[in-house]
């Protein structure tokens, strides 16, 4: 089965054709630079009191490296601890199995509805539309979700769903939409925080309270005790996560974790990396089932959806280690000005350029490799140090192979490339090139720049300050200044 059939794709343009629409949205921009830049201040303050904070990063990144390497075996152990403690375990290879697991499983129970703790994992699989497909309403109790599924809208943020809007857009979705899903808003709803998220307490309270089944994602699982963890803000996952009779947890298979101990180390990563708090308002974990105390049925699906084939490749299954914290979106210069829509995925911003383009396969992702300066802030960023860089360039570097395996004849492109890497990889022939283009430095460009190039070549200089060649290459000094130095 292909990619394109396993993972949800919003079938947006490429990223370069989206971009240009998002940068000329100038609320956008705004609204965007405003959240990240907050978020990002907040997550440098946190983290600046911690003296260990490198060291927890290596933890974290031996931690889920180590896993990876032998996932498959933490994986049975994890099956064997749920089962263990009364949980029942359903394996999914991609967004149809795990659709049709969790649909009839909420049959079975019913019941028509469910709420849902927000889940990166099931927006990725489609959930809610595959739901409502089966006459199953999914109603979103994250706020910003539940913003996003009112203004029928698409997240653009991994925490921050609805970043994309402002408060006085939030506040017209309220008014217009909340009574066509429940209970209404005020009719004097103002645009003030405090006064939306009363109506959105308001709006969700009859759903929890009346609620049999629930949906959520998750954080990590300890495949020693079969430990399950969920971690947010608002207080909604803990009602969905303790009022139901039945939990559904969706949970990609690479976010087990060895053992219980390892909670150590990435339950001060995360909240630090993502809201920039010390710690969550609320973890919630759970093992199994009790009798009285919570839901008395828990299944936890296990999806594979691309990630095994992930794994299969040694420099891009880096990204499988995501934490979904998000601070790499909050750095990157090009998310901040595009927003997470130009992406077309759920995933967007750095961490979706990386991991996207491997679960789908080639096709409408290869764009997203090049949605990057390269810059390495996302590296700097990431709390358990996925080399997100290297990454973008092993992605890039498929792409473009596998765009000239299906062309007749080379590019212009390439074949300036490939001289270039034909005069740069030989000092031979490197020598001649630079003492050539200083010679011709000295007789054309006099006035000590460039100016506009001829033909293509002008789409370069007519947007940059284009330097003109040295007329003595550092070879050259080195054999002039240092006798017998290398040639």
Known sequence: MSGADNVVWLGAPGFPEAARTALADTRLRANLHRATTTIRDRRLAVTAELD????????????????????????????????????????????AEANRI?????????????????????????????????????YETDLAELIVQLGQDRPSHILVPAIHRGRAEIREVFRREMGRWGRPAPQDLTDDPRDLAEA???????????????????????????????VESEGNGRMCLTLPDTLITVMGIEKVLPSFSD?????????????GERMNPYTSMWTGTTEGDGPQSFHLVLLDNGRTDTLADT??????????????????????????????????????????????????ADTLPFASTLCGACYDACPVRIDIPEVLVHLRA?????????????TAESLVMGAAAA?????????????????????LFRRGAIGRLPGPLGRWSDTRD??????ESFRAWWRRTREGGPR
């Open 263 to 275: 909670l150590e180390v990435f339950l001060q990563l995360l909240p630090r990396s993502s809201t």
């Open 423 to 443: 005069v740069l990889g030989s000092p031979a022939r490197l020598g001649p090139a630079q003492r050539l283009g200083a010679s011709a430095a000295r007789i």
């Open 315 to 364: 420099v891009g299954r880096q990204a499988l280690a995501c934490i979904r914290c998000s601070a790499c979106l909050n750095v990157c210069p090009v998310y901040e000005r595009t927003g997470g829509h130009a992406y077309g995925s759920v995933y967007p911003g750095p961490i979706g350029a990386v991991l996207t383009p491997q679960l789908v396969g080639s096709g409408h």
């Open 398 to 410: 498929k792409a473009v192979a596998a765009e000239a395996a299906g062309r007749l004849l080379p």
């Open 466 to 471: 284009t330097p003109v060649p040295p007329r």
């Open 52 to 95: 260990d904070w490198e060291e927890l990063r290596a933890a974290g990144d031996a931690v889920k490296r180590r896993t990876l390497r032998h996932l498959g075996h933490h994986l049975r152990r994890l099956e064997r601890s749920v089962t263990e403690a009364g949980g029942t375990v359903h394996w999914a290879a991609d967004a």
């Open 200 to 230: 959105a307490r308001l709006h969700l309270r009859e759903k929890f309270l009346r609620a049999k089944v629930a949906v959520s994602g998750a954080n990590f699982a300890a495949a020693d005790t079969g430990t399950v963890c969920v």
């Open 102 to 138: 969790v649909a009839g499983l909420v049959r079975a129970t019913g019941e028509s509805e469910v709420v849902k703790v927000k889940s990166m994992a099931t927006q990725e699989i489609g959930l809610n539309e595959a739901l409502a497909a089966e006459g199953i309403t999914a």
